[in-house]
């Protein structure tokens, strides 16, 4: 099966300041028919999950421009420009290649 | 609005039986793969069970082959999760997810709470 490994487990970051998240596969999530199945979802305290990206880069309607996402092959990266306070949960990448497989979640809060 | 909603958590005993269902509303149901992913208290989120569009096809994570079965009703736009043999660690958020392609969950249910215990 696929490992999803995702880094750091927690990130405290200053409101205004980038924040980025790696997510690593242990095999190549590129598919038979080119597209790459990397997912990005945030999950807010007490809420059901939300996804901000899909096929690595593209974001889903109404998700802020300071998210964008980038990688290819086994290591992908969601970045934040500026972290607002409305940022603050869980985030976690998802390969859809194969058996949709989570990472482990990274949590992002406010120093 | 396109949405989808859960129902039928509580409690239920090990070994025991517990039905799940997922209504399907603002958008053509029948048109899309639907999961089953559960999230356990404080932990990550897994994909239980998935189903094609037509419902000819099924596939399960392997903790729970054998014991769970998805199922859809394209007519009513539902959603099932019929689950047996119930153990502690089947104890989790349940969530209904819209698969536009590839595992790309795009919708999400509020869950439901599934509790095995004695």
């Known amino acids: 099966d696929v490992v999803m490994t995702q880094s750091p487990l927690s990130l405290p970051v200053t409101l205004g300041q980038p924040a980025s998240i790696s997510c690593r596969s242990s095999e190549s999530l590129e598919h038979s028919d080119g597209n790459t199945y990397l997912t990005w979802f945030q999950q807010r305290p007490g809420q059901s999950p939300r996804r901000l990206i899909y096929?690595?880069?593209n974001r889903d309607s109404g998700v802020p421009d300071r998210f964008s996402g980038y990688g290819s092959g086994t290591d992908f990266t969601l970045k934040i420009s500026r972290v607002e306070a409305e940022d603050v949960g869980v985030y976690y990448c998802?390969?859809?290649?194969?058996?949709?497989?989570f990472g482990g979640g990274t949590k992002v809060e406010i120093k | 609005e396109v949405q989808v909603v859960e129902s039928g958590g509580g409690l239920g005993q090990p070994g025991g039986s517990l039905r799940l269902s997922c209504a399907a509303s603002g958008f053509t149901f029948r048109d899309f793969w639907m999961s089953w992913v559960r999230q356990a208290p404080g932990q990550g989120l897994e994909c239980v069970a998935k189903i094609k569009d037509d419902g000819t096809e099924t596939y399960y994570m392997d903790s729970v082959k054998g014991r769970f079965t998805i199922s859809r009703d394209n007519a009513k736009n539902l959603l099932y999760l019929e689950m047996n043999s119930l153990r502690a660690e089947d104890t989790a958020v349940y969530y209904c997810?819209?698969?536009?392609?590839?595992?790309?969950?795009?919708?999400w249910g509020q869950g439901a709470m599934v509790t095995v215990s004695s």
């Open positions: 096929k690595v880069s």
């Open positions: 998802m390969e859809g290649t194969h058996w949709p497989i």
């Open positions: 997810a819209r698969d536009p392609h590839c595992n790309a969950y795009d919708i």
